[in-house]
């Protein structure tokens, strides 16, 4: 039984032993040739590093540069316009006339100022004793009701103010003041006028005098030693403010025999004069009718210019036919002058530069080269001593009185220019200067003259279709100063 048995055991215990032979066969350690690589040093670095230093120093430098340098912006021409600065003060002429005290005495006003009197209306008392004015603090009493004109007139005086006030102006606060008091006091006159009515003549006849008006005209209760003034006679004296302060007429005040009594304008025309300024010339033609507007109210009148040519220089008239009553009281007014606008290529004045340039007659320009360039024959030498010439292409900047305006970086001072067809020379010495804008259309600052034909503090209009000038749309360096010509423009 044994030896059937280890016969069934014996062939899986071949396959055993074989499994085993394998198993070990595999576990036995393989000896195979090993190479050393060489350990990496400074000199062999990884080439993906090397190119990302490089690529990281570069835009480093960039950065500086770009940080360290002026930055250069461009601007596009366009077509525009500019609203002439024409604000100015003026000084008010009328036909005015004033009226003296003739007797010494307490002076009281009954005429409503800023309207109109008629002839013989009553328009002041002068009390000589002081009875009058005793009787009528007595006498007067006191309404809290205002009429509804009276109401309307106080407060279209405040708002008149309160329109017009600046506070660099302060000075008119108390101009204002002086209006609304006269004002109160007129409309509390109209019971004194009853009172007066009531005054027996026998007590004061023989104290007060009686001040009726002359003539028909508009009364105001100051003067400033104006009145008489013709616009002929104005100078810039007579624009100093200080020196001609209006002096307010008052109730109560204590006068003298031909202290100025009051003010009355008799016609409805008058004018206005200011200082000329050249810039005018182009747009203000004398005897034509113009716009003035009034900056106190934004009144807008129209009014008829003359030039004056004064002892100490020119001077604009402007004449008007109505509206008087609205300033009868003013001497000194800011105004508008409201003429046409200045259209045309629109630069900013940051924009604009000066440059120096040879001037060259016109017939020594030439053309040469094998494009055919404009340009001119310079003397020159060979090596060998021997005199020649040769053709230099410049770029020509403007044309004036015959003389051309080249650069000054192609020529030097003292260079000798031929004739063409001619013996004859010019040597390179005199400059001029032209103003214009440096055009960046071809990538590079290029000097382009300008003609400026009206500024402001911000913009100037200039002439467009002129030669060697600007077009619209051209791009130009907006800040001139930073740039020279020539330069390379980055955008």
């Avoid at 002429?93 to 309207?115: C, D, F, W």
């Avoid at 008006?213 to 616009?231: F, K, P, R």
């Avoid at 031929?418 to 103003?435: A, M």
């Amino acid at each position: 039984m044994r030896k059937e048995k280890s016969r069934r055991q014996g062939p899986r215990n071949k396959d055993q032993e074989r499994v085993r032979r394998r198993r070990r066969k595999r576990s036995t350690p393989t000896h195979k040739k090993i190479t050393k690589m060489p350990r990496a040093g400074i000199l062999n670095l990884n080439i993906g590093a090397v190119i990302f230093l490089v690529i990281a120093i570069y835009i480093v430098l960039i950065l500086i540069s770009y940080l360290r340098s002026s930055h250069i912006s461009g601007y596009e021409v366009k077509l525009g316009s500019l609203a002439l600065d024409t604000t100015t003060r003026a000084v008010a002429l009328r036909t005015e006339s004033v009226a003296k005290v003739r007797e010494p005495g307490y002076i009281n006003y009954y005429a409503r100022e800023g309207e109109r009197t008629a002839v013989g209306d009553l328009v002041y008392t002068v009390d000589e004793t002081g009875q009058l004015s005793d009787q009528i603090l007595e006498s007067q009493t006191v309404s809290s009701n205002l009429k509804e004109s009276d109401l309307a007139s106080l407060k279209t005086d405040i708002q008149n103010f309160k329109t017009a006030y600046l506070p660099k102006n302060f000075k008119s606060v108390y101009d204002f003041k002086f209006d609304i008091e006269g004002t109160a006091e007129q409309i509390s006159n109209e019971n004194i006028m009853s009172i007066l009515n009531s005054v027996s003549g026998n007590t004061v006849g023989s104290a007060v005098d009686m001040g009726y008006a002359a003539q028909s005209g508009i009364v105001v209760y100051e003067t400033d030693g104006l009145e008489n003034l013709n616009a002929n006679e104005i100078t810039a004296d007579i624009f100093d403010e200080d020196a001609h302060k209006a002096i307010k007429l008052s109730n109560g005040d204590l006068v003298s025999v031909s202290d100025n009594a009051y003010r009355v304008t008799t016609a409805e025309d008058w004018s206005i004069v200011v200082p000329w300024e050249e810039d005018w010339a182009e747009s203000i033609e004398e005897g034509e009718y113009i716009q003035v507007c009034f900056l106190k109210d934004g009144n807008v009148l129209w009014g008829l210019t003359s030039l004056l040519n004064n002892s100490d220089g020119k001077y604009l008239q402007i004449s008007f036919t109505n509206s008087m009553i609205t300033y009868a009281s003013e001497r000194y007014l800011d105004v508008e002058l409201m003429t046409d606008e200045k259209k045309g290529l629109k630069i900013p004045n940051s924009s604009i530069v000066k440059k120096d340039f040879y001037l060259v007659p016109e017939d020594y320009l030439t053309q040469g080269g094998d494009s055919g360039n404009s340009g001119f024959m310079r003397k020159a030498y060979l090596e060998n001593g021997t005199e020649s010439t040769e053709f230099v292409a410049t770029e020509l900047y403007d044309l004036v009185d015959g003389f051309y305006y080249v650069d000054t970086e192609s020529f030097h001072a003292g260079d000798v220019l031929v004739k063409p067809d001619s013996n004859e020379t010019y040597t390179l010495s005199n400059k001029d200067t032209l103003t214009g804008v440096y055009n960046m259309n071809s990538g590079y600052a290029d000097f382009r003259k300008v003609q400026i034909l009206y500024s402001n503090k911000e913009y100037s209009i200039v002439q467009s279709g002129t030669q060697y000038g600007l077009n619209v749309y051209d791009h130009i360096v907006l800040n001139g100063d930073n740039i020279s010509d020539k330069d390379f423009m980055f955008q």
